[in-house]
């Protein structure tokens, strides 16, 4: 299998022919179905090429470099890029529905009397940054003095979860482990109520045009990869492990259940939402 350290990926992408279309890619476990079609080599006759990465800075660092002609994102993290107008939703992934949370070393009923600073760690620039204001609001916490600390989710497992109140924005499968180190959840895209997190397999525009078939084979290939996860998890599993970062088969699978698959034509309701964040559907495949 493939490397998901940085300095790999790197590595890695400047080795591709310029005939593949590259694409970079985390552990978020929506992503996955990528990870079982490449450990099976659906992908070999294709040409896609994924380039493994933790930090989402990485993915965008890559792109930015011309490293990667794509990426699996979510609707929020195109506008960090510079030609922001040429990148395009190709299909939709997943919407998540628990696994992208914000844990503390409080329950949210501490965190809403406590008197003291809580720090935040967060990726800032990214989806996070709206994810945290969201729960603020709906929870009633402006009254708090927050101090925002920008921090790699990797490497937010090194935060100590004693002492003074923290706050740390995660997602699966990284979740698992600060659970494991005695943070809570006080909430998630399953209980805010005002945000919602698309993941989607975006590309610069100039690169689909003549590879429409590839692109809907790719698709096609993710679904196959999903279907087998439904058909037999424990193998599934089995299968992407080494992406995982530690996950065991039952956090694995409450990962998976905190996602919705998107294996069908996008809704209405979600590509006007997509619009709305003034991204470009014209290229989603049906």
């Known amino acids: 299998m493939l490397g998901i350290g940085g300095f790999f990926g790197y590595r890695y992408a400047t080795h591709l022919t310029q005939d593949k279309i590259r694409i970079s890619i985390n552990p978020w ?7 079982y079609a490449q450990e099976k080599g659906w992908l070999e ?56 949370a914000i844990l ?39 009254h708090l003095q927050f101090i925002l600390t920008n921090k790699a989710v990797k490497s937010m497992t090194s935060v100590n979860s004693n002492g003074a109140p923290v706050i740390l924005i995660s997602y699966a499968p990284y979740i698992s482990e600060l659970i494991r180190s005695g943070f809570v959840t006080v909430a998630s895209t399953r209980t805010l109520k005002s945000f919602f997190v698309i993941d ?41 492990q080494p992406y995982l970062e530690g996950q065991s088969y039952e956090e694995f699978m409450a990962s998976v259940n905190d996602i919705e698959w998107l294996d069908h034509t996008a809704s209405p309701a979600i590509v006007q939402q997509l619009q709305a964040q003034h991204l470009k559907t014209d290229r989603l495949l049906p």
Not at 68 to 86: C, E, H, I, R
Not at 212 to 237: D, G, M, S, T, W
């Open 200 to 240: 989607a397999l975006f590309v610069n525009d100039k690169f689909i045009p003549g590879q429409e078939a590839e692109f809907q084979a790719l698709k096609a290939i993710f679904h196959r990869a999903v279907n087998q996860l439904r058909i037999n998890p424990r193998e599934y599993y089995n299968t992407v």
């Open 45 to 100: 006759q294709t040409p896609f090429r994924f380039v493994w990465h933790v930090d989402l800075t990485e993915g965008n660092q890559l792109y930015e470099r011309g490293l990667t002609q794509g990426f699996t994102a979510t609707q929020y993290d195109p506008v960090n890029f510079m030609d922001a107008s040429q990148i395009k939703p190709v299909f939709l992934i997943d919407r998540s529905n628990g696994s992208d």
């Open 29 to 35: 476990v929506g992503f996955t179905p990528f990870s």
């Open 104 to 142: 503390s070393n409080r329950t949210l009923a501490a965190l809403r009397d406590t008197h003291e600073p809580v720090t935040v760690f967060l990726e800032r620039g990214w989806l996070q940054d709206d994810f945290f204001k969201a729960f603020v609001q709906e929870n009633g916490l402006q």
